[in-house]
């Protein structure tokens, strides 16, 4: 399948739009950065407007949306453009390559050893008044994303106590450093145990739920290779790009009996199974002229 420059849109549509079970549900921007993860940055090559308009129209987005999209994303410093005759081409930035190495190996890595833990929690006490509200937000969303829980106002915890530098790195450039205590340790006497530590800081009755739920959308049914195939990978991974903020990856011995371990790795290893045939797809798309991508 070959594309037509941007500048003079295919008539060709896509095979086939997802039904309601795999329609996309995030905005058109966080979808593409997805797109930009999976497809592009794994072959080190600038992608036409006219590919990323075709599977993001494919997920169900409108043109208008879909370019949208591809300006402000490239407003934020993750793409750059390049005018190539009639169409214009767009290269991952440096900003980009690193944005996808952290997040390919906070989400999808197996590296991550979850059965191995030394008992030590890390824990940074940091107040924000209520009228910071734009900044409090933005330390949620780091924090959440680099595995903390917040059990108690002001108090985040994580027994992923290697994260303790990435915890600075938020805190410094949000100017909270002044206000904020951390420190390394195990639980003592007096004090809650850790299964209820766990249970105040996450809600992983919520993660389970939501793994359940993408189970019964992508594991329980058969996707044809082409179109569907490649729009179930696509969706599948943006899913699990959102899981760290809801399931840290916490230690199995925190966890007794907990389904969502099992129905996470089943989703990860669906992805990789999923991944040549996407691929190969996406390489007629986008007109690649490379075999394989350097897809872990």
Do not use: C
């Amino acid at each position: 399948m070959t594309l037509m420059s941007d500048s003079k849109p295919s008539d060709s549509k896509p095979e086939s739009t997802p039904d309601k079970e795999v329609a996309s549900t995030g905005s058109a921007r966080s979808v593409l950065v997805t797109v930009l993860g999976e497809l592009v940055e794994p072959y080190g090559q600038p992608v036409r407007t006219a590919a990323l308009l075709y599977v993001l129209k494919g997920l169900g987005y409108g043109e208008h949306a879909a370019r949208q999209a591809i300006a402000r994303t490239g407003s934020a410093g993750l793409i750059a453009a390049d005018r190539n005759g009639r169409e214009t081409q767009w290269t991952l930035t440096d900003k980009a390559h690193r944005l996808f190495t952290e997040g390919e190996l906070r989400v999808f890595s197996t590296d991550v050893d979850t059965t191995q833990w030394d008992g030590r929690w890390l824990v940074v006490n940091v107040p924000i008044p209520e009228s910071h509200r734009s900044t409090r937000k933005k330390l949620y969303a780091a924090l959440r994303w680099a595995g903390f829980g917040n059990p108690t106002p002001g108090v985040w915890v994580t027994p992923h106590v290697d994260r303790a530098a990435e915890a600075e790195r938020t805190i410094e450039s949000l100017g909270l450093t002044a206000n904020t205590v951390s420190f390394v340790g195990t639980l003592a006497v007096p004090g809650i145990p850790e299964s209820e530590l766990v249970r105040r800081s996450w809600d992983l009755d919520a993660a389970e739920k939501e793994y359940d739920e993408l189970l019964d959308r992508f594991d329980a049914r058969t996707f044809q290779p082409g179109d569907e195939l490649l729009f179930a990978h696509l969706q599948l991974a943006d899913a699990l790009r959102r899981m760290p903020y809801m399931d840290p990856r916490l230690p199995e011995v925190l966890l007794p009996d907990w389904r969502g371990l099992k129905a996470a790795r089943r989703l990860r290893d669906l992805r990789a199974e999923w991944t040549p045939t996407a691929h190969s797809h996406w390489r007629r798309i986008a007109g690649l002229d490379v075999p394989t991508a350097r897809v872990p």
